[in-house]
């Protein structure tokens, strides 16, 4: 092989280098013959030592690729000498280079050194920032891949000279300044086994120990070639050198049936050949008996033959023949051993095969043969046992009952798309796996030809438009698949190990039979007409029947105890829209689901081991009853015409019945039962939630959110929930809290939201009995609570710690630790030895308060709110005054306050703040502030980080004073800041 192999793409001096791939994949397969394949001439003149190596090389000429004579013409007729790499590189590695790349060098390359041990050849890494050749990287890759895989040369100087180690390397100690690496020839041969071809020619010119162990005969007995340009002389040269290669792929590789020809005698050991696009001509296929090792033919996207004559494939060892999407007037094929064969695609007007020995026959297709040469061709392999004609429309019944009787073995038969065929008389005893997609001939007279073939397992009918039902039982039957079929109507099916069934988009069907006692899953989703299902299915565990619209409740016998699925565990029946009354009792269903079956009305459910149930859009539910039920949780979302619910559910915690507006008879056992939500159940009686105060006696939360039937009697009986913390009354009518404060001494959160009756003396348990004394959060929005009692109440209960007053109308101001608070008359407990009544001051600086969020969102009337630190609000960190327009003075001290909501006080005009600890300011929309007062009132907030002064008129737009004062200031928020 040549040198201009070698030296392709370098162009002389002053010219770009050509970036042709193809040809860089032909020089690096190349590089893989090693020293005995690879030889170039020697030169006459070396290159000048001042001048770049590149500047030498002459012009790459693509017609001399691979031969030395191409070489010779590309010189100009000057023979060219072997090249070291100290040649090719000349004085450059000589050279300093202040560069930061990565040095390469080679150690002990000198002519003494070659016979010695490979392992003593390391490589060397210079460290970062070392002296390094003054070329770039793409010329030091171009000259590795120069660099003779013989490595007979010793180093060279530019002037033919032998240099040693000390002088390449900068006058350098190679131990000083390298790193050595070296690894066993068993390490490296395990690390080269996970490359490619490509990657192991690269690697191949790295050091002499890689080159061995990359042309070791382990990593080259499978040639790829696959779209690679390689010369006719490389491909040979390989060939002879690994003669054991088993594997050859040439497909997209030009001119391959020449360098089939050329090679085939050095391919003694070939068991697999990939050919592909291009001409093969009859050369090709009489050369193949030169393999007679030779079991798998590929040939893919081809022109065979002259297009005249009969393409003859003849060879005893094939084993397998794949011909796919070729062009040929005829072919032959003679094989006595072939098992495999594959003519997919192929456009051929007649075949002829003698392969005694054919298992496999694929014609899918093939349009242009005809109904006899396919019965022809399959007729004379009698051991056939899969044969593929999907697409070939010529095919008739005849065809099918002559290969029946010609092939007694056939298991696999695949006629898709097949229109001039029904099947009937076709008597195929050991026919396992059947595809009739898309024929149109097939009806429900062609089930008895099926029902003969006894071993059945797959059956595929899709498409088939004719066809109205399917009656088969087959013992060995385990798939069918029934897809678009539209007068499809009945299918009634009998196979004890069915396990999977595929029916959609069959819009006629209207009746379900299936006896199976392994099926595990049934999908009939969306079948619209569906009315009867009748399944004897021992082993069904999932059943998803969404979209049956006209299911009706019939449907519940199949799915309850006794009804042939005992093992069911999921069952989806979602709006099945024909259901009114569902009633179910199964022992072992877990998961049910009746999301929008609008038209149910009652709904009975005795299932101990139900975990699941899906209620959504159940609007028309009437009567439910969960009797008994293995939930742990249930919401039934909103049923507004729920009237009666019963629930038995010895697991049950969490209650949701929220939105049942007309919930009147309510029967709830549920020991277990901690969290009840009963908002908007106004029909609700006192009757009821005595019932479920007795019966679940661990509720701990319960929600009576406009439950406006709840009486005195109603609440009574909450002394019976021992471990109620939080009670929300909000939204009611209630007057009376006196059977609240007697019987959930225990509660934690109370919340009388919007209670428009409640008076101050409602409250009066609270500060003056100590009513409640493990009240934490007390919620009075939008009560009609007056100034007075909200006083006594921040001044007296001091464990609360979080009060909401929004929305409060008599909610004038809050002012604490004034002398001229009202006076409270406190518990007997809390009286000092005289009997005059104790101020909020007293109070205030005997004990700490417990306050942390106080929320007077939306108070309209009130003006001022004052805390001094005499108040003694040590816990005070949040306070939200957001829309109380009416809001003049603001006077806080509180140390631990971190957030102030001052947003929407347009009427504020006096802000004054002793917070240390405040981080955030909002004053939105305070459009009476002004800036004297902001910075007057943040500069003893000296952690503030952010203010929101957004639509406040009178805040000027420089900030400096603002950041001056409060140097913490991380973000200002302001209209007028771009």
């Known amino acids: 092989m040549a040198d201009g192999g070698r030296m392709k793409g370098v162009q002389g001096a002053g010219d770009e280098e050509e ?54 013409r590309a010189l100009g007729g000057q023979s060219i000498s072997s090249l070291g790499l100290r040649d090719m590189l000349g004085g450059i590695l000589d050279g300093p280079h202040a560069g930061g790349s990565v040095e390469v060098g080679w150690d002990n390359l000198d002519e003494e050194d070659e016979d010695r041990d490979l392992q003593n050849k390391r490589l060397r890494v210079r460290r970062f920032g070392e002296e390094s050749p003054l070329h770039s990287e793409h010329e030091l890759e171009f000259g590795l891949s120069l660099f003779p895989n013989d490595g007979s040369e010793s180093p060279r100087d530019a002037n033919n000279e032998q240099v040693d180690n ?20 068993d390490l490296l041969h395990l690390i080269f086994s996970f490359l490619g071809q490509k ?3 690269r690697a191949g010119v790295t050091c002499k120990q890689w080159r061995s162990a990359s042309v070791h005969d382990d990593f080259w007995k499978c040639l790829k070639f696959e779209n690679t340009r390689i010369s006719l002389q490389n491909f040979v040269n390989i060939c002879r050198q690994y003669p054991s290669v088993t594997e050859l792929n040439l497909h997209g590789v030009i001119n391959a049936e020449t360098l089939v020809l050329e090679a085939i005698m050095f391919l003694r050991h070939l068991k697999t050949l990939t050919m592909g696009k291009g001409q093969l001509g009859e050369a090709f296929f009489l050369a193949l008996s030169e393999c007679p090792l030779l079991t798998a033919l590929t040939v893919t996207d081809a022109s065979l033959g002259s297009g005249i004559q009969e393409v003859t494939v003849n060879h005893d060892g ?35 095969l003698n392969c005694p020995q054919l298992l496999e026959l694929d014609f899918q297709s093939c349009h242009k043969l005809s109904d006899n040469a396919i019965r022809q061709a399959a007729t004379a392999c009698p051991l056939l046992a899969k044969l593929d004609m999907s697409s070939c429309s010529c095919v008739t019944d005849e065809t099918l009952r002559d290969i029946a009787s010609s092939c007694p073995s056939l298991s696999v038969l695949d006629a898709s798309n097949c229109p001039n065929i029904s099947f009937e008389s076709v008597k195929l005893p050991m026919l396992i796996d059947l595809r009739l997609l898309s024929c149109e001939g097939i009806t429900s007279a062609s089930m008895a030809a099926i029902a003969y073939s006894r071993l059945l397992e797959a059956l595929q009918l899709d498409n088939c438009s004719l066809l109205t039902s399917v009656s088969l039982d087959l013992p ?69 029947l969404s979209d049956c619209e006209s299911l009706t409740n019939a449907i519940c016998e199949v799915f309850s105890d006794g009804g042939g699925c005992p093992m069911l565990r999921s069952l989806i029946l979602d709006n099945c829209e024909s259901l009114s009354i569902v009633e179910l009792n199964s022992s072992s269903l877990a998961c049910l689901s009746l999301a929008g079956c609008r038209s149910m009305t009652f709904l009975r459910l005795s299932c101990p081991n139900l975990q699941h149930v899906n209620l959504d859009g159940c609007d028309h539910l009437q009567s439910a009853a969960f009797c008994p039920v293995g939930l742990e949780s249930l919401n039934l979302g909103i049923c507004p015409k729920l009237s009666v619910l019963r629930i038995e559910a010895p697991n049950m915690s969490i209650l949701e019945l929220k939105g049942c507006g007309v919930l009147s008879e309510a029967s709830i056992n549920c020991p277990c039962l901690t969290s009840l939500d009963a908002s908007f159940c106004r029909q609700l009686v006192d009757d009821s939630l005595t019932r479920m105060a007795e019966a679940c006696p661990l509720i701990e939360y319960l929600i009576l959110s406009s439950c406006l039937s709840i009486g005195i009697n109603g609440l009574s009986s909450l002394h019976c929930l021992h471990k109620l913390t939080l009670l929300d009354l909000s939204y009611t009518f209630l007057i009376n809290l006196k059977p609240v404060f007697d019987s959930c001494p225990q509660l934690k959160v109370l919340k009388l939201s919007a209670c428009k009756y409640l008076s101050d003396s409602s409250l009066d348990a609270l500060y003056r009995e100590g009513a409640l004394p493990l009240l934490v959060e007390l919620d009075l929005s939008y009560s009609s609570i007056g100034q007075n009692a909200i006083e006594d109440l921040l001044a007296c209960c001091t464990n609360l ?35 005059s009544p104790i101020k909020s001051e007293e109070i205030s600086e005997r004990s700490g308060r417990l306050l942390e969020v106080l929320s007077c969102t939306g108070c309209p009337n009130i003006k001022k709110v004052v805390i001094p630190s005499i108040a003694n609000f040590l816990h005070l960190s949040k306070i939200n005054l957001n829309l109380s327009t009416n809001l003049k003075e603001v006077d806080l001290t509180c140390s631990n306050l971190f957030m102030l909501n001052l947003s929407n006080c347009s009427s504020l005009e006096v802000l004054k703040l002793d917070c240390p600890r405040l981080t955030n300011l909002q004053l939105l929309a305070c459009t009476m502030l002004q800036d004297e007062e902001l910075e007057s009132a943040i500069s003893l907030c000296s952690a503030l980080e952010i203010l929101n002064v957004h639509s406040c008129p009178k805040i000027n737009a420089d900030f400096g004073g603002l950041r001056l004062v409060c140097p913490s200031l991380k973000r200002i928020q302001s209209s007028l800041i771009s």
């Open 19 to 72: 970036g042709n791939e193809e040809a860089r994949e032909e020089l690096e397969l190349a590089l893989s013959l090693g020293r005995r394949g690879w030889h170039l001439m020697p030169r006459q003149e070396p290159a000048p030592r001042s001048l770049n190596w590149t500047a030498v090389l002459p012009e790459w000429n693509p017609d001399a690729a691979g031969s030395s004579q191409g070489a010779e």
């Open 166 to 185: 000390a002088e390449n390397s900068g006058g350098r100690n190679s131990e000083d300044v390298g790193i050595r690496m070296d690894l066993s020839d």
């Open 199 to 201: 990657d192991l020619c």
């Open 318 to 352: 094939l084993r397998e023949l794949h011909i796919l999407k070729c062009r040929a007037l005829r072919i032959s094929v003679r094989c006595s051993q072939l098992q495999i064969l594959s003519l997919r695609r192929t456009g051929m007007a007649h075949v002829s």
């Open 476 to 544: 060995h039957l385990k798939n069918i698949s029934l897809v678009h079929l539209r007068k499809f109507a009945d299918l009634n099916l009998r196979s004890p190990v069915l396990s999977y069934i595929k029916v959609s988009r069959c819009s006629a069907l209207h009746r379900v039979s299936v006896t199976s006692t392994t099926l595990q899953k049934l999908v009939l989703q969306k079948q619209e007409s569906l009315s009867s299902l009748s399944l004897q299915c021992h082993n069904l565990i999932d059943v998803d």
């Open 801 to 835: 710690v979080n009060v909401n007053l929004n929305g409060c109308t008599n909610f004038q101001e809050l002012v604490c630790g004034s002398d001229d608070s009202s006076s409270v008359d406190m518990p007997v407990d809390f009286c000092p030895p005289s009997s």
